[in-house]
């Protein structure tokens, strides 16, 4: 009993399936224009997307190498480089340390240093000089 209801099942929807593809047949040969027109305009709206996305895209900036020139003339080490960008990043000492892995006092150092040789009284204008330099962004 069950496999003639399979039976008729796959009958029926296979007779389903004869029926809609030749109603699909008689729609497409009835709107034949209409089915070029859609798919032109679609090669078409494919090819402005493409084209948008080519002309928009901005190409990549160049990268910034920190002037390596006045890094090496006044002496500036890796770790100090890092404190400078904490610096611009308007970290605190504390801040600085726990960000960097040291000591407060290496903070102090690193710091102090930074400004006697960048020729600054302060933070900002340590920072400031640095921008001068091309040394930050």
């Given at each position: 009993?069950?496999?003639?209801?399979?039976?008729?099942?796959?009958?029926?929807?296979?007779?389903?399936?004869?029926?809609?593809?030749?109603?699909?047949?008689?729609?497409?040969?009835?709107?034949?224009?209409?089915?070029?027109?859609?798919?032109?305009?679609?090669?078409?709206?494919?090819?402005?997307?493409?084209?948008?996305?080519?002309?928009?895209?901005?190409?990549?900036?160049?990268?910034?190498?920190?002037?390596?020139?006045?890094?090496?003339?006044?002496?500036?080490?890796?770790?100090?480089?890092?404190?400078?960008?904490?610096?611009?990043?308007?970290?605190?000492?504390?801040?600085?340390?726990?960000?960097?892995g040291v000591s407060l006092n290496t903070v102090k150092t690193h710091v102090a240093r930074l400004l006697e040789k960048l020729g600054a009284k302060r933070r900002g204008?340590?920072?400031?000089?640095?921008?001068?330099?091309?040394?930050?962004?």
């Open positions: 009993m069950a496999r003639r209801i399979v039976l008729y099942g796959a009958l029926l929807a296979a007779g389903t399936l004869l029926l809609q593809w030749l109603d699909y047949q008689r729609l497409v040969r009835s709107h034949i224009g209409d089915v070029y027109v859609f798919l032109i305009a679609g090669g078409f709206l494919a090819l402005g997307i493409w084209l948008g996305v080519r002309g928009i895209a901005r190409p990549a900036p160049p990268g910034f190498d920190g002037n390596p020139q006045a890094v090496a003339a006044l002496g500036l080490s890796p770790r100090e480089l890092e404190v400078l960008d904490q610096l611009l990043a308007g970290r605190s000492n504390q801040e600085i340390a726990d960000v960097l204008d340590a920072v400031a000089r640095a921008r001068e330099l091309g040394i930050l962004r």
